[in-house]
């Protein structure tokens, strides 16, 4: 009796240096002492030792110690099983259950470990078998766990009509299993059944949920548009206590974000007692894609100083406020942070980081960033190479896009949609026709954005002919295709045909024409000088179509009426506008009132312009030319003044030629093209050849450059 006393208060020793063991070193001197005083021998000592192996050392170590056991028991079995299991070597778990079959009875919860390892590969073939290994030898309903895994494997392997079954089995459900069934249809899509189980099992079986069940229900909630049956969980939660547990409140903070119920949200967020990292996530994300950026910055600055750590999805959506704000300081700085807490390498952090700096007009900035990326994947790819086209960086865009194909990323429409529109502002006709043999060979021709992109590419690279062709090759012409093709018609100042195409389509092809298509047509009439034409297109779009009228097609007619003098017209159109009117828009007409003298309403265009605009000296060069025609020098010097003083500059039109495979780009007055000398004395013997043809220069602006500005 004392000897047996003595054993047992040797064993419980054993077992407290288990508690103390923390390193490989620990766990192999409690080895060798359980082999001197014979506790190996003892199952529950064993199976904790190879639980020690697995966790402090490696695995091969754990299943060393039992590989050397002599009388290995179910539990043994398990316990090594089940450290397999834990750190995911799925195919091993089920390699050893394989072999445990031959030689031991598995129990419940060798089945439930083996399930796992099936939902986790997912392996259905094998986890089927098992299930009919379980209905052979055991009642369905003798344990819930096996119950739970089975309905785990089969929704994990998307087959939740079989995972429904197994549940409908089970006459007394318990909460794991209700959870499992619900989180099922959460991760097959199936949100509404997901609120349906989760009824079910509060009026029907009276179940009560715990935390680990309303954070399941809240996810599967949270995809839904209506933030209702959100809110009757929010209230269950409260009137049972749940309001201070932390997941279930984070899960909540996901449904209001999701629903766009920011104040419900911040409401939520400032009374939670304690805060972890995915709850500051949460409110930053809420707010960041709410409309509500500010806030967003702000409140990860107040995570910052209040030495929250951020995760990648804070620093995620911080930035994304930063984008939608253009706030490129507060960029920069969340970038340290993210270079300093190790997410800058992220592929989300560094996309986001792209999209950032591209937004803020800084693409060498994202360049960088996309350059020190260790692994890019198609996303980052696209975000740089559509920054680069935004930014005007064609040249650098395309070089991006033939780094992509040699890297083995294939793109997609939207890729072959921003590189043609690359090449469309380069001008580069021998590289759209390079591009429509990939597009024709990566079968992408039949998508009627890429091929109104080749349209328009074509157009702008001065070959009508081919965009006309590509045009008539396309089988199935949507609203998209006849909207791109009537804009290169218009480019090339073929206004009739463009015209003649636009009658085409309303009244043979029955398309009904959209916006684009009115700015497509109504731009056409401006470059060709049909004045007439494109307000009765513009009266066409108000009665016929009622269209509302954007920005664009406003100032297309400012333009147009300007050109026929009809500034009292013109006026009209800017004081009937439903939205403010832009620089643009105030630039046709004060281009109109120099064309026809009206220094009275070029004044109130140019007051109305430099208040939304006074960046640009091309505008005040107009109104300049306007006061030196009537010998307004005063007016004339004051503007001079302003223009020095704030060194404003003119934004100067740029064109672009191709010869012989190479691009030539030209801007006014340019000096640094390598034949200047030869294309100035050019100018200059045609110059002679109009004056001998009898052209008189007009020299009713006789200030064009009076300002100095270059």
């Known amino acids: 009796m004392q000897q047996l006393q003595h054993n047992m208060k040797r064993r419980e020793l054993v077992l407290d240096l288990f508690k103390l063991c923390s390193n490989c070193s620990s766990v192999i001197q409690l080895h060798s002492l359980t082999i001197k005083t014979g506790f190996i021998k003892d199952c529950f000592i064993a199976s904790k030792l190879t639980n020690y192996y697995a966790k402090h050392a490696t695995l091969e170590s754990a299943h060393k110690v039992f590989d050397e056991m002599l009388h290995r028991t179910v539990y043994i079995w ?26 031991e009875t598995p129990d419940q919860a060798t089945i439930s470990i083996a399930l ?9 073939r094998y986890g089927r078998m098992i299930h009919g290994f379980v209905k052979k030898r055991y009642e369905m309903d003798s344990d819930l766990f096996v119950g739970s895994a089975l309905i785990d494997m089969y929704s994990k392997g998307g087959i939740v009509d079989d995972a429904l079954r197994v549940f409908e089995e089970y006459p007394k459900p318990d909460v794991v299993m209700w959870t499992h069934v619900i989180t099922g249809c959460h991760q097959n899509g199936d949100s509404d059944l997901a609120f349906v189980f989760f009824s079910q099992m509060l009026t029907d079986a009276c179940v009560s949920p715990d935390s680990v069940t309303l954070v399941s229900v809240l996810s599967a909630l949270a995809q839904l548009p209506n933030v209702i049956p959100g809110s009757c969980v929010h209230g269950f939660v409260i009137k049972n206590g749940f309001d201070n547990n932390l997941p279930v409140c984070n899960a909540l903070l996901n449904v209001y974000s999701k629903s766009g119920c920011v104040n419900a949200a911040a409401m939520i ?39 929250a750590e951020p995760n990648s999805v804070s620093i995620i959506s911080a930035l994304h406020a930063c984008e939608s704000t253009c706030n490129l300081t507060q960029g920069k700085k969340i970038h340290e942070i993210a270079a300093r807490t190790g997410f800058e390498l992220d592929a ?16 060498g900035e994202a360049v960088n960033v996309f350059e020190k990326m260790p692994k890019k994947d198609a996303v980052t790819w696209m975000a740089v190479l559509t920054g680069c086209v935004q930014n005007g960086m064609a040249y650098k865009s395309i070089k991006l896009f033939v780094n992509m194909l040699s890297n083995q990323f294939a793109p997609d429409a939207d890729v072959m949609v921003k590189i043609l529109t690359a090449c469309s502002a380069l001008g580069i006709f021998k590289q759209v026709l390079c591009l429509h043999g990939y597009v024709i060979k990566s079968g992408f021709e039949d998508n009627s954005f890429i091929r109104a992109s080749l349209i328009e590419a074509y157009s702008k690279c001065g070959s009508v002919r081919n965009a006309i062709k590509a045009f008539k090759l396309t089988e199935n012409k949507d609203v998209v295709i006849y909207s791109s093709m009537i804009a290169g018609y218009g480019i090339h100042g073929q206004g009739k045909e463009a015209l003649e195409l636009f009658n085409h389509m309303v009244k043979i092809s029955n398309i009904k024409p959209n916006n684009v298509t009115f700015l497509s047509i109504l731009s056409a009439c401006s470059h060709a000088g049909l004045i007439k034409e494109g307000i009765k297109i513009y009266n066409i779009m108000l009665n016929e ?21 009809e500034l009292d017209h013109a006026i009209n159109i800017i004081n009937d506008m439903t939205i403010p009117a832009g620089p643009h828009i105030w630039g046709a007409l004060l281009g109109a009132c120099r064309i026809h003298h009206n220094t009275k309403l070029g004044e109130i265009a140019a007051t109305n312009l430099f208040s939304s605009d006074s960046s640009d000296a091309g505008y005040f060069i107009l109104l300049s030319n306007m006061h030196a025609v009537n010998k307004d020098w005063d007016n004339v010097e004051k503007l001079r003044t302003t223009v020095k003083r704030n060194n404003l500059t003119k934004v100067h039109g740029q064109s672009a030629i191709e010869v012989n495979s190479a691009v030539h780009s030209f801007t006014a007055n340019d000096r640094f093209h390598p034949k200047t000398e030869t294309i100035h004395g050019l100018l200059r013997s045609l110059e002679v050849m109009t004056k001998e043809d009898g052209y008189v220069l007009d020299v009713s602006s006789p200030v064009n450059d009076s300002l100095g500005v270059c």
Request: charged residues 15%; hydrophobic residues 40%.
């Open 78 to 103: 398990n316990s090594v099983l089940k450290s397999y299991y834990r750190q995911k070597h799925y195919v091993q778990t089920l390699q050893l259950f394989h072999d445990m079959m031959h030689l």
């Open 116 to 124: 796992n390892a099936c939902s986790g590969l997912p392996e259905l």
């Open 545 to 565: 179509y009622q269209l509302t009228p954007e920005s664009n097609h406003y100032a297309i007619m400012v333009d147009l009426f300007g050109r026929m003098g």
């Open 269 to 307: 967020f400032r009374a939670m007692e304690v805060k972890d990292v995915i709850s500051w996530a949460s409110m930053v994300s809420c707010y960041a894609h709410n409309g509500a950026a500010e806030h967003a910055i702000n409140l990860f600055n107040e995570m910052m100083r209040k030495s």
């Open 348 to 363: 989300f952090v560094s996309t986001a980081l792209i999209d950032m700096y591209m937004m803020c007009s800084s693409p």
